[in-house]
Antibody, heavy 114, light 110 residues
C-alpha cells in the first residue's frame, strides 16, 4: 500500500527555518514527483512546489521562490521541504503528495510564534 | 486564485449539490481537472481526476464534468459525512505550468 508519512509538528520563531520530511513507502520512490501543498490558518490549499525524486529537479510557486527548498534522499525514500524566514502567516498544515493523484501525507502542523 | 469557486454551499440529506470551478484558457481550458475533498487536519482526498474519473473506492455519488473553461463537481444523495471543503485543481500556463487550486467550497449538510 502506497503511503506517505510526514514528520511531526514544529514550533518556530519568526525568522527561523523549518524542515518537514515526507517518507514514501509501498512504491518506488523515484517514480513519482513529490508535491508540497500547505493550508495556512484560515486559508485554502496552496501549492508550494514539486520535486522529481529521480533527478532532483524542482519547481517552486512564485510566491515561495527564494524561501523554499525541496530536496530528497533516495537511499531512504524521503523528501524534504525547507521553508526559511518564517513569519506567523506561515502557520498552518503542510502536506506532501505523491504526484497529483497519489496519496498525501498526514500533514505536519507548523506554528510560527514569538 | 485563478480558479474561482463559490465560498460555500449547502444541502439537505438526499439532495444533489453542484460545485462550480471557473477558470480560463490557460488552465481549465487546456489541462485536466482534479477534485479533492478536505476535512482538516486530515489529508485531502482525491475524488475525481482527469476531469471525470473516479479513483477506486470513491462512491458514484460523486461525479464531475468539464466544458470549456469551467468544471463542476456534483454530489448526489447527500450524506452528513460529505460535509467538507472541496477544491478543484489543475495546471496553469500563465504560472509557468504551476499546479493551482481553486479557493475551495465549504459544503454544509443541513
Amino acid at each position: 500500500q502506497v503511503q506517505m508519512s510526514q514528520s511531526g509538528a514544529e514550533v518556530k520563531k519568526p525568522g527561523a527555518t523549518v524542515r518537514v520530511s515526507c517518507s514514501a513507502s509501498g512504491y518506488t520512490f523515484i517514480n513519482n514527483d513529490i508535491n508540497w501543498v500547505r493550508q495556512a490558518t484560515g486559508q485554502g490549499l496552496e501549492w508550494m512546489g514539486w520535486m522529481n525524486p529521480k533527478s532532483g529537479n524542482t519547481g517552486y510557486a512564485q510566491r515561495f521562490q527564494g524561501r523554499v527548498t525541496m530536496t530528497r534522499d533516495t537511499s531512504i525514500g524521503t523528501a524534504y521541504m525547507e521553508l526559511s524566514n518564517l513569519t506567523p502567516d506561515d502557520t498552518g498544515i503542510y502536506y506532501c503528495a505523491s504526484g497529483t493523484i497519489g496519496p498525501w501525507g498526514q500533514g505536519t502542523q507548523v506554528t510560527v510564534t514569538s | 486564485s485563478v480558479l474561482t469557486q463559490p465560498p460555500s454551499t449547502s444541502g439537505t440529506p438526499g439532495q444533489t449539490v453542484t460545485i462550480s470551478c471557473s477558470g480560463g484558457n490557460s488552465n481549465i481550458g487546456t489541462y485536466p481537472v482534479n477534485w479533492y475533498q478536505h476535512v482538516p487536519p486530515a489529508a485531502p482526498k482525491l475524488l475525481i481526476f482527469t476531469d471525470n474519473q473516479r479513483p477506486s473506492g470513491v462512491p458514484d455519488r460523486f461525479s464531475a464534468s468539464k466544458s470549456g473553461t469551467s468544471a463542476s463537481l456534483a454530489i448526489s444523495g447527500l450524506q452528513s459525512d460529505d460535509e467538507a471543503d472541496y477544491y478543484c485543481a489543475t495546471w496553469d500556463d500563465n504560472l509557468n505550468g504551476d499546479w493551482v487550486f481553486g479557493g475551495g467550497t465549504r459544503l454544509t449538510v443541513l
